[in-house]
């Protein structure tokens, strides 16, 4: 496709500009920024560590390749958020494999067109490391297991990327990037009735590959500490999580449904094509098992049921999942790009009325979301006006309705690049202009830089979380934070030391003002600043955003004498 390959220039080139434009997401890129630079500080690079006390939930890979970065580029979050990129890119990659091994090249350079331009992984790609690299592993590792099977010239090549990949991923998140491309690649081989093929996946060598990758660093740790961090990890911290809920409120079992079909917008649509026909190659060969292979020649309508059993597994178990995050499923996404991709090139072989019918409906789409987003952050949005809403609005307004005339005109190929282009602008619109204004919600770095300047560096005052958690503190102020959930060791501590700041939001410290001067202390309210939290009910209930209080005791509330 003409201009296809020229358009993706400025898409990737996206994910590493502007970097440094914001400061640290909560909660979680927090600790993939402080844990890497405690390494580099300490040189100890076998135990990572996170507010003063060891952090083993997760492997150390991620911790590795930020430390890494930082040794040669410098300890900045702009490195780290380096380190993201990196990880996005390989999406890409995996995205790519994948639709190149369901169809052709041309699938797969749109497989990733549709990633690159989806709005919510360039968000995901510029500050979530952990779920972004392990995204990364597994799609690399079904992306090579298809063209293994694909391209038997090279077989073994692609087969010793795969388990590379299997360990690396095992590395970063745990069992999850071996659990899964196993079971698919087995439940794949039994329906197609291929176990036999078992003994041509060079399960001996990978297997080495797998634990070379993943022995040195849980034999450093058992060694330094015994079965204890391992069990609580391999049982405690993945089938914990599974059984034992660990979000707020109760999510039901259809709860990745959305997730399903939001991940990828503005090519929901084609999503859910891609998924029909993938589901259609799935269900043919259950329905007719005795069948002769579909297709054998291209294997095309086999690499779809591969690619369908891995999302039905991911999504399926954990759906069952006590615990649901929308980022456990976020590894489907090379493969729901590939299906996606291969359903829009089949539309432009045929040149069918589906897929211009489906591009007019992503057009309404985009003119119901463009002008939703500039009704709700606008300018004259009545609580929330976020900089660049009405620009990013209109971007999506006039692509909208430029799609819906090249579709009219059968000019299928022109409406595909316009969709991407107008995705790209509206991309660029949001990183670099709507996403720094956000700043002005974060209460983590003014409220370090006002202790800072109020106090004397030794011996420097206690800062605590009530309950509320800000882990980017940590970050900021460059030393562990102390945390609480109750109010009898806060009140306590706050009774013994000279000067104590205390984050908590209003009804927290409605909680705490009258218990503290029951115990004679006299808290005061240094700050208090808004939180940003992109609450969809929030946002249509006009409900403005959330307070955080800075509240100080002791020396925290003399007063100040002004600087000469």
């Given at each position: ?5 020229l358009?993706l ?19 979680n890129?927090?600790?993939?920024a402080?844990?890497?630079r ?16 060891a ?12 430390a ?8 900045s ?5 380096f ?12 995205a ?16 990733v067109?549709?990633v ?14 952990i779920d972004i ?8 590792s ?20 795969m388990y ?6 095992v ?28 003994k ?19 034999g450093?740790i ?12 391999w ?6 999580r599974y ?17 399903l079909?939001?991940?990828l ?12 026909t ?7 060969r259950?329905?007719?098992?005795d069948?002769?292979?579909?297709d ?14 891995w999302?039905?597994?991911?999504v ?13 499923v ?8 590939a ?20 591009f ?23 609580t ?5 809403a ?26 595909t ?26 209460p983590?770095?003014?409220m ?12 420097p ?22 945390q609480?959930?109750?109010?009898g060791?806060l009140?306590?501590r ?21 218990a503290?001067r ?7 309210i ?5 939180l940003f ?20 005791t ?8 002004p600087?000469?």
């Amino acid at each position: 496709m003409k201009g296809l390959q020229l358009l993706l220039i400025p898409a990737v080139a996206l994910l590493i500009l502007g970097l440094g434009a914001n400061t640290v997401w909560d909660a979680n890129e927090a600790f993939y920024a402080d844990t890497p630079r405690q390494m580099v500080l300490s040189g100890d690079y076998v135990n990572p560590v996170f507010n003063g006390e060891a952090r083993m939930n997760k492997p150390v890979l991620s911790y590795w390749v930020v430390a890494g970065l930082y040794n040669v580029f410098g300890l900045s979050l702009t490195v780290e958020r380096f380190g993201i990129a990196l990880g996005a890119l390989g999406i890409l990659l995996a995205a790519y494999l994948c639709g190149r091994a369901v169809r052709s090249p041309l699938t797969g350079w749109i497989a990733v067109l549709i990633v690159v331009t989806a709005p919510r992984f360039v968000m995901f790609s510029r500050r979530i490391f952990i779920d972004i690299w392990v995204t990364m592993f597994m799609g690399l590792s079904i992306g090579c297991f298809l063209l293994a099977e694909a391209f038997p010239q090279r077989r073994r090549s692609w087969l010793g990327l795969m388990y590379a990949a299997i360990g690396l991923g095992v590395l970063t998140k745990g069992p999850v990037a071996l659990v899964f491309p196993v079971a698919t690649i087995g439940a794949w081989l039994l329906l197609e009735r291929r176990l036999s093929d078992i003994k041509r996946l060079w399960i001996v060598p990978g297997a080495l590959i797998v634990l070379a990758i993943n022995a040195p660093w849980w034999g450093a740790i058992y060694a330094q500490h015994g079965w204890e961090p391992l069990q609580a990890f391999w049982i405690g911290e993945n089938f914990g999580r599974y059984t034992e809920p660990m979000q707020p409120g109760e999510r039901n079992v259809w709860f990745y449904v959305p997730v399903l079909i939001s991940d990828l917008f503005p090519w929901s649509i084609f999503v859910v094509a891609g998924i029909a026909t993938g589901a259609a190659a799935l269900w043919s060969r259950v329905r007719n098992a005795d069948a002769a292979r579909l297709d054998a020649d291209s294997g095309i309508p086999a690499f779809k049921r591969f690619l369908m059993i891995w999302i039905v597994l991911l999504v399926g178990v954990f759906s069952f999942s006590e615990t649901k995050q929308d980022l456990y499923v976020f590894p489907i996404i090379p493969a729901l790009a590939a299906l996606a991709a291969d359903a829009i090139v089949i539309g432009l072989n045929r040149g069918g009325a589906r897929l211009r019918t489906g591009f007019i409906a992503t057009a309404v789409l985009l003119i119901v979301g463009g002008a939703g987003v500039v009704a709700l952050f606008g300018f004259r949005a009545p609580t929330h006006v976020i900089p660049g809403a009405n620009a990013l609005g209109a971007t999506l307004v006039a692509g909208g309705l430029t799609v819906i005339v090249l579709a009219l005109l059968k000019r299928a190929q022109a409406a595909t690049l316009a969709l991407a282009g107008t995705m790209v602008v509206a991309n660029y619109i949001f990183v670099l202009v709507s996403l720094p204004s956000v700043e002005a919600f974060k209460p983590a770095l003014p409220m370090v830089r006002m202790i800072s300047a109020r106090t004397r560096p030794s011996p420097p005052p206690v800062v605590a979380h009530y309950i509320t958690s800000l882990p980017s503190f940590v970050y900021y102020l460059e030393r562990p934070i102390e945390q609480y959930f109750d109010l009898g060791p806060l009140m306590e501590r706050a009774g013994v030391v000279p000067e104590m700041y205390i984050l908590m939001r209003p009804h927290e410290y409605s909680d705490f003002e009258p218990a503290a001067r029951e115990q004679s202390i006299n808290p005061c309210i240094v700050a208090r600043q808004t939180l940003f939290e992109a609450k969809l009910k929030l946002i249509l209930d006009g409900t403005p955003w959330p307070e955080v209080y800075l509240i100080g005791t002791g020396a925290a509330c003399a007063p100040r004498t002004p600087p000469a």
